[in-house]
């Protein structure tokens, strides 16, 4: 499904239809440029700590000649177990550099979790940050992995900051369990041990896989995405040519309180935008809202991104309006849909527009997103990025028309080669031809802007008709005493399935009964919900995606 793309004769700079997927071969080749071009600058901020592209380019060699002389070889799997912190950039180049496989891993899993995802990748060795090593150490004997490196969350500070930080965080907040993990080595020591030995870059291929990314596995079994350097190239190439025309490079300072273990900030924050000089400033705990509204007072923060429901909280945080937003250039809304209400009070709030994009772990993620300028489509995901085609298509791959629902479909550079070791999941996922099923239900406007509906396996079916959480949520959103609402389906004998929404007040004085007569106002009869239960808060994932199915197995149970 092609269009003409009419709203690009209006962007700044234009941007092309297709990208030069053969300017760089591999991210390591693309990243020896970067940090050739920008060594004198600031690449990652970390509380108060920064870190410049020379220091990052000779600390990733040393944590590469690190791995080398530990024995690891071309394709091994190396886990990255961290929140943001400054180590992250480090070992994830010093890895790539040496040739090793990224496996990114969220350290808050359990060791069921941890596990199954270790054991799936094959993963030989782990970086994990101390606060989560007592779990790791329940599994490490059900596992292959070798060589652990243990760090701090006040490591890479000086000496006076790491004491205090690491103080805090051992002693007053008791937030590191005693653990036993034998010859785990210290981040900083890997460094210095790294330093002994002579490091020879592995350049690799373009068709090399040099991430595997799990899916949160929502729909089964978390699977690795197998993600090559031509994947995560084209994707940076990509988004690049969509920023550009809004960024001076590379006097921009982004701030990223999403964490680089997930595949929207790994490649938007850590790659995409660290490849043209930009200042990311990291937070280590998205859900400090205080940490980031410090980080907007101490810095020109230009570049904004999160998820729907971070934006939100923002919002209704009483320290936030009251921020400088005159630098902010940029605001970026992915991982699940932005809401209408929330882009439009956060352009009231900082005058700055939020663009909502899509994508997914298989695409590396980004598929679509929304213009910068004046021509954004609040509620839709935007158009897609050069060189990429998206469709849509009925239950039979069929093509369908303008306007017309169904599964969107997506082809370019960014999709992944598959899923590691499961050739079945793989070819339920990518046709024949190439194209890549998202599970996802949308449609597209007569001017090429994309709709998302709904998930496939989120969808209510009530007496026959389709009913998509979004559109409910959406609506339960505009509703001044409402902070945050979740729909699902639940059973009922006459029709099926009903409308069952979650909602965390705003203001205590909401019932149930204005709720329901709210959605009555607002939505058709069988989508009006007919059981409404008030939380003191959501389940969410730990990028802050409200967890549908959580919410299900709780209802089911």
């Not at 995560?232 to 964490?259: H, Y």
């Not at 991104?305 to 934006?311: F, H, Q």
């Not at 997103?369 to 990025?385: D, F, K, S, W, Y």
């Not at 959406?474 to 399935?497: C, F, Q, R, W």
Request: glycine share 8%; proline share 4%; hydrophobic share 40%.
């Amino acid at each position: 499904m092609t269009t003409d793309r009419p709203w690009l004769k209006n962007y700044p700079g234009g941007i092309p239809a297709n990208i030069n997927t053969e300017k760089y071969q591999t991210l390591v080749e693309m990243f020896d440029a970067v940090f050739t071009k920008y060594k004198s600058n600031k690449a990652f901020t970390c509380m108060g700590s920064s870190i410049t592209f020379e220091e990052l380019d000779k600390k990733s060699k040393q944590f590469g000649g690190f791995l080398m002389q530990r024995g690891f070889e071309k394709g091994d799997k190396i886990a990255l177990m961290m929140p943001n912190l400054l180590q992250y950039p480090i070992a994830l180049f010093g890895a790539l550099r040496a040739g090793m496989i990224v496996v990114n891993t969220n350290p808050l899993y359990t060791p069921r979790e941890m596990e199954h995802q270790f054991t799936d990748a094959d993963v030989k060795g782990v970086i994990i940050a101390e606060n989560f090593a007592h779990n790791l150490e329940k599994i490490i004997s059900k596992t292959k992995i070798k060589t652990v490196v243990v760090t701090s969350i006040g490591e890479m500070h000086g000496f006076f900051k790491r004491n205090v930080v690491n103080f805090a965080v051992r002693k007053l907040k008791r937030m590191v369990p005693a653990f036993n993990i034998p010859n785990a080595v210290n981040f900083k020591d890997a460094l210095s041990e790294g330093k002994k030995f002579a490091f020879e870059i592995h350049k690799g291929s373009a068709e090399d896989v040099i991430l595997l990314q799990y899916t949160g596995g929502t729909t089964g079994v978390s699977k690795g995405a197998m993600l090559t350097n031509r994947n995560l190239v084209a994707n940076m190439e990509q988004i690049q040519s969509w920023m550009m025309p809004f960024m001076q490079e590379p006097n921009q300072v982004a701030l990223s309180p999403l964490p680089m273990y997930h595949i929207f900030a790994f490649t938007v924050n850590c790659l995409a935008l660290m490849s043209v000089g930009t200042h990311t400033v990291l937070v280590t705990n998205a859900r400090d809202l205080g940490s980031i509204v410090k980080e907007f007072k101490q810095h020109k923060i230009t570049l904004f991104t999160g998820v729907n429901t971070l934006y939100n909280a923002l919002l209704n945080n009483a320290d936030f309006s009251g921020l400088d937003f005159s630098d902010l250039k940029i605001s970026v809304g992915g991982g699940m849909a932005v809401q209408g209400a929330v882009a439009q009070r956060w352009k009231e709030v900082t005058g700055c527009n939020l663009s909502e994009g899509f994508g997914m772990t298989e695409t590396s993620p980004v598929v679509t997103v929304n213009p910068l300028n004046e021509t954004i489509r609040v509620g839709t995901i935007g158009l897609p990025l050069p060189s990429t085609d998206v469709r849509i298509v009925n239950d039979d791959g069929q093509e369908l028309g303008v306007g017309e629902v169904g599964e969107i479909q997506v082809k370019g550079p960014q999709v992944m080669k598959g899923y590691y070791n499961r050739p079945d999941e793989t070819a339920k996922t990518i046709t024949a031809d190439g194209w890549l099923n998202t599970g996802d239900i949308g449609k597209m406007d007569p001017d090429g802007f994309f709709s998302i509906v709904d998930r496939k396996k989120d969808m209510i079916l009530v007496s026959g008709f389709n009913v998509y959480p979004n559109e409910i949520e959406d609506v339960l959103a505009t509703h001044p005493k409402i902070m945050e609402g979740a729909a699902i389906g639940i059973a009922n004998e006459k029709s099926g399935e009903v409308v069952k929404v979650f909602i965390v007040k705003k203001d205590n004085s909401l019932s149930e009964s204005e709720v329901v007569e709210f959605c009555r106002e607002n939505l058709t009869g069988y989508k009006v919900p007919k059981a409404v239960e008030f939380r003191d808060e959501l389940p969410k994932s730990n990028v802050g995606k409200i967890l549908r199915r959580i919410l299900k197995d709780q209802e089911i149970a």
